[in-house]
């Protein structure tokens, strides 16, 4: 494995744990806020659980797809491996 691939897939696999930890944080926690927070709290509570969804689907591309992703990204395209 090459040293982009090796880089983007753990990359991908920190995403793809962060946004899956943070989406089991924010099902948490919900309850509480609804009760205290109001609606503010709760367009608060989606936005972040907006983010940590769409950092689950990129880690999860990042991950299975490292060695694509790190020819795009180092403009190798060209290069058939």
């Given at each position: 494995?090459?040293?982009?691939?090796?880089?983007?897939?753990?990359?991908?696999?920190?995403?793809?744990?962060?946004?899956?930890?943070?989406?089991?944080?924010?099902?948490?926690?919900?309850?509480?806020?609804?009760?205290?927070g109001g609606a503010g709290a709760m367009t608060m509570i989606s936005t972040y659980q907006m983010y940590a969804v769409a950092g689950v689907v990129v880690g999860?591309?990042?991950?299975?797809?490292?060695?694509?992703?790190?020819?795009?990204?180092?403009?190798?395209?060209?290069?058939?491996?």
């Amino acid at each position: 494995m090459k040293t982009p691939t090796l880089i983007v897939r753990l990359a991908g696999l920190y995403l793809l744990a962060n946004g899956s930890i943070s989406l089991i944080q924010i099902s948490q926690s919900v309850p509480a806020e609804a009760r205290f927070g109001g609606a503010g709290a709760m367009t608060m509570i989606s936005t972040y659980q907006m983010y940590a969804v769409a950092g689950v689907v990129v880690g999860l591309l990042g991950a299975c797809c490292a060695g694509r992703v790190a020819r795009l990204l180092t403009f190798d395209a060209g290069r058939e491996t």
